[in-house]
């Protein structure tokens, strides 16, 4: 019983319905490994979808991410590592874009929420 207990799996699943694009982050994991990691990004206007495969590790909250493939979004300047943050109901992914109230492009964490059942 022990056994079935340490070989758990945890799903999550999160979105993030962007300006431009409807981003969804699907991964499991067990003893602290991620495994079946997939990023999807999808335009509004078109049915062409990108998606990135990914493992890594959790630590805590920190999600160090290993991607299979190229990374499609732009990563926070300065980031070597890509590390994410999951917390209760919010995966953060530090990325790097335009601020649409500044019009200034920075670092700035996307919000990901759990997806609806």
């Known amino acids: 019983m022990l056994l079935s207990a340490l070989s ?4 999550y699943c999160f979105e993030n319905a962007g300006l431009k694009f409807q981003d969804t982050v ?5 003893a602290n490994r991620i495994s079946k990691g997939e990023f999807k ?4 206007d078109e049915e062409t979808a990108k998606t990135m495969k990914f493992t890594g ?12 493939g190229k990374v499609f979004y732009e990563k926070a ?13 919010v995966l953060s992914i530090p990325m ?5 109230t500044t019009g200034k492009y920075s ?10 059942p």
């Open 8 to 11: 758990a799996e945890d799903r």
């Open 26 to 30: 699907r991964f499991s994991v067990s």
């Open 57 to 68: 590790t959790k630590t805590g909250t920190v999600l160090t991410i290993q991607p299979k």
């Open 96 to 100: 790097y874009g335009k601020n649409h």
């Open 107 to 116: 670092n700035y964490d996307a919000q990901f929420v759990k997806c609806k």
């Open 77 to 89: 300047k300065g980031e070597e590592i890509i590390m994410w943050a999951l917390k209760k109901q």
């Open 41 to 44: 990004r999808a335009p509004y």
